[in-house]
Structure formats: structure tokens, C-alpha cells
């Protein structure tokens, strides 16, 4: 009888384990598309303030083969951040943050500007160089 329960017991344990490895291959197997090449990027995340007429920051570097996640909130009207060669742009109101993310897959120096023309006279000002290394 005590056999028996012991060999009860060792059999229990080992379907659990098995069970438990199942799920684990079985839940690794549905993060799948992050094996595919194109997938989940580590993310970079950088916080943008704009004012009339700047950023906060004027030279941003970032890792290159991350995504980056820009955070850009304002200090006065609405302004926006925009790489046209990245396809980004997105404005921030007062009060309100934007984000936009995007990958960034190879090393290269962009501008990054204002996108809300109406931001004021200095509008034009609003650049800044964006440097993937
Ligand atoms: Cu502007």
C-alpha cells in the first residue's frame, strides 16, 4: 500500500511536469511571430519636450535595431515630431502626451522637425537631428 501510494505520488509528479513543459513549448510556440525576423524589437523610449521655439533636446541618439517610443508632450501650444523618412508625426496638444513608435534597423542621421505649422512664427526652428548608431 505504501509502495503503491509512493508510485501514485512519483507518477502524479511526473504528468505534472510533463504537462507543465507542454504548456511551456506549447506558449512559447504562440509568442511566435517574434521568431519571424521582422518582429519584437527591444524598445528605446525617449521623452520630447517642445516649447516655443525648441526641443528640449536638439541631438537624440538611439540604439540602432530597437523600437523606438517617443513620448512628446508640450510646454505652451501644440507641437508635433516628425521624421519624414521614418514615416512619423504625431502633435501634441497641452496637457496631452503623443506617442508614436517606430524600428529603427540600421545606423543613419535623420532631422527631426515640428509638424504643427501653426505653432507659431519660429515654427521653422523646431529641427533637430536624430542620430541611429
Ligand atoms: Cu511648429
Known amino acids: 500500500m505504501q509502495a503503491k501510494q509512493i508510485g501514485l505520488l512519483i507518477g502524479s ?11 511551456g ?8 511571430p517574434q ?32 523600437r523606438i517610443v517617443v513620448h512628446l508632450t508640450t510646454a505652451d501650444v501644440a507641437h508635433g515630431f516628425g521624421v519624414s523618412e521614418l514615416g512619423v508625426d504625431i502633435v501634441a496638444s497641452p496637457g496631452q502626451e503623443a506617442v508614436a513608435s517606430f524600428d ?15 505653432c507659431g512664427s519660429g515654427h521653422p ?8 548608431s
Do not use: K, W
Request: aromatic share 10%; net charge negative.
Open 13 to 23: 509528479v511526473v504528468v505534472a511536469a510533463l504537462v507543465a513543459y507542454a504548456i
Open 25 to 32: 513549448t506549447v506558449g512559447l510556440g504562440g509568442d511566435g
Open 35 to 66: 521568431d519571424g525576423g521582422g518582429g519584437n524589437l527591444p524598445e528605446y523610449h525617449i521623452y520630447l519636450q517642445a516649447r516655443q521655439f525648441a526641443f528640449n533636446q536638439t541631438s537624440i541618439q538611439v540604439p540602432v535595431d530597437h
Open 104 to 118: 529603427v534597423t540600421s545606423p543613419g542621421t535623420y532631422t527631426f522637425r515640428c509638424t504643427e505649422p501653426y
Open 125 to 132: 526652428l523646431m529641427t533637430g537631428t536624430l542620430i541611429v
